[in-house]
């Protein structure tokens, strides 16, 4: 059974510092994998999509890594800013054509950032 | 500045009755996709569309479920009849492309059914 799972839960980091947050995923044949940013009472938000080939991709001070031989993935903020405060989802694509059909979604962090 | 746009934002309704949530996705983008998220089950898609077809709705309910597009601009999501388990928060989102797209997502539309 496709699994994403993403630890940990929760987590409260003070202004400024470095945070990881981690997802796992069991899901065949993999695709892609996405990372998004989800404030309170909005949609989510696309921080990156990576394929198999991609190892790391940055989008200001977001940086996610691929390992795709151990299933794992990593969502890296650094100097983290009171907006940060989010929670931030992990989507694995199952399908071997890309489609949307084969989502697989984790539960997501819940990330507070404060002073 | 391109959104997407869901009306109503929120929506309060007794069981057994009928809700019909829309979505305009932005101009241009061919695919469309229906969310639905809860606290105990996170995300889930409900079903998508590409270039007005649609394409998988297995996420979808069938017997009280039902999503169209009746044109490029409009897509619609209905529940009939509504019942206490489908109290959710459904996104639209939308995205040009074949699959690996960025989804743009709305708003959403929370729905409380008593």
């Known amino acids: 059974k496709n699994q994403v799972e993403q630890s940990p839960q929760s987590l409260i980091i003070l202004e400024g510092k470095n945070c990881t947050l981690q997802c796992n995923y069991t899901v065949s044949p993999f695709s892609n994998l996405r990372w998004y940013k989800q404030d309170t009472g909005r949609g989510p938000v696309s921080l990156t999509i990576?394929?198999?080939?991609?190892n790391t991709k940055s989008n200001g001070r977001y940086t996610a890594t691929l390992d795709a031989d151990t299933k794992q993935s990593s969502l890296h903020i650094t100097a983290s800013q009171l907006s940060d405060s989010a929670s931030y989802i992990c989507?694995?694509?199952?399908?071997?054509?890309?489609?949307?059909?084969?989502?697989?979604f984790g539960t997501g962090t819940r990330l507070q950032v404060t002073l | 500045d391109a959104r997407v746009t869901q009306t109503p934002r929120h929506k309060v309704t007794e069981m057994g009755q009928e809700v019909t949530m829309r979505c305009q996705p932005i101009?241009?983008?061919?695919?469309v996709f229906w969310y639905r998220q809860t606290m105990m089950q996170g995300l889930e898609l409900l079903a998508y569309f590409r270039n007005r077809a649609p394409l998988d709705d297995s996420g979808m309910p069938k017997d009280r479920f039902s999503a169209e597009m009746p044109d490029a601009t409009l897509a619609t999501l209905k529940i009939q009849p509504s019942e206490p388990r489908d109290s959710a928060v459904y996104f639209c989102?939308?995205?040009w492309g074949q699959g690996r797209e960025t989804q743009y997502f709305g708003p959403g539309t929370r729905l409380l059914v008593l």
């Open positions: 989507v694995v694509s199952a399908s071997a054509t890309g489609t949307a059909s084969k989502l697989t």
């Open positions: 990576m394929t198999f080939s991609e």
């Open positions: 989102a939308s995205a």
């Open positions: 101009l241009g983008h061919n695919t």
